[in-house]
């Protein structure tokens, strides 16, 4: 089987840096993404990771260690428009096909 | 290029109803994913179409969800008959054939059992 934990909810300031940890035990891995999701909308890609090591990408990093079964998502210069739900989700291999399996997301809330 | 289309985008039934919802991927994606996302929680995989063919419906509840995707093309999710703990958000998401390429997501139908 597989799990995926993260935070339920954090809280951050305007401007502050935030890390969402996202922790996993899968067989058949193939790389973690992260999506964000603003209320009542779709989840919108941000990140994928399938190596070691942090990849960045303007305010948003991601960092991965598959040995540890362990990822990151780090948002720097926090904007009041980063409040949304960050979901990690695994991409797991199987015989022939993959399938992308979430977490139960972590809500951030950026206060002024 | 247009995105992953969904329809309705909410609906309110009755328990016992039955009810259908619809999806359009974006072309040539051979992936079609529908996610099952109860509020405040992650989604949850209800099935996974390659092309026209299920390779994981493991966690569909198949006494009362069926889904099928017509020429590997439009995929349609329906439920009958409806609880209320099916009340939730029913996102579908297209992916290529491609490893490690992300899933696109459709913006979602929200369903209300009462």
């Known amino acids: 089987g597989q799990n995926i934990d993260q935070p339920t909810e954090m809280t951050a300031t305007e401007g502050a840096i935030v890390q969402i940890n996202c922790t996993y035990q899968?067989?058949?891995?193939?790389?973690l993404f992260w999506y964000q999701q603003h209320a009542g909308e779709a989840p919108t890609f941000l990140s994928y990771?399938?190596?070691?090591g942090l990849e960045e990408k303007g305010r948003f990093s991601s960092f991965l260690s598959r040995s540890k079964g362990y990822s990151y998502l780090l948002l720097k210069e926090l904007q009041m428009k980063d409040s949304a739900s960050y979901l990690c989700a695994v991409l797991i291999m199987n015989t022939g096909f993959q399938k992308l399996v979430f977490g139960t997301g972590t809500r951030l809330l950026v206060s002024p | 290029e247009a995105g992953v289309a969904q329809s309705p985008r909410y609906k309110i039934i009755e328990k016992r109803q039955s009810v259908a919802f619809w999806c359009n991927p974006i072309?040539?994606?051979?992936?079609l994913y529908w996610y099952q996302q109860i509020l405040g929680q992650g989604p949850k995989l209800l099935i996974q179409?390659?092309?026209?063919?299920?390779?994981?419906d493991s966690q569909l509840p198949k006494d009362r969800f069926s889904a099928e995707r017509l020429k590997g093309v439009d995929s349609t999710l329906k439920i009958q008959p409806a609880k209320l703990e099916d009340s939730a958000v029913y996102l579908c998401?297209?992916?290529?054939?491609?490893?490690?390429?992300?899933?696109?997501f459709g913006q979602g139908t929200r369903l209300t059992v009462v």
């Open positions: 990771n399938v190596l070691d």
């Open positions: 899968t067989s058949g891995f193939n790389g």
């Open positions: 072309s040539g994606h051979a992936t």
């Open positions: 998401a297209s992916s290529p054939t491609l490893m490690g390429t992300e899933a696109f």
């Open positions: 179409f390659q092309n026209n063919g299920v390779v994981d």
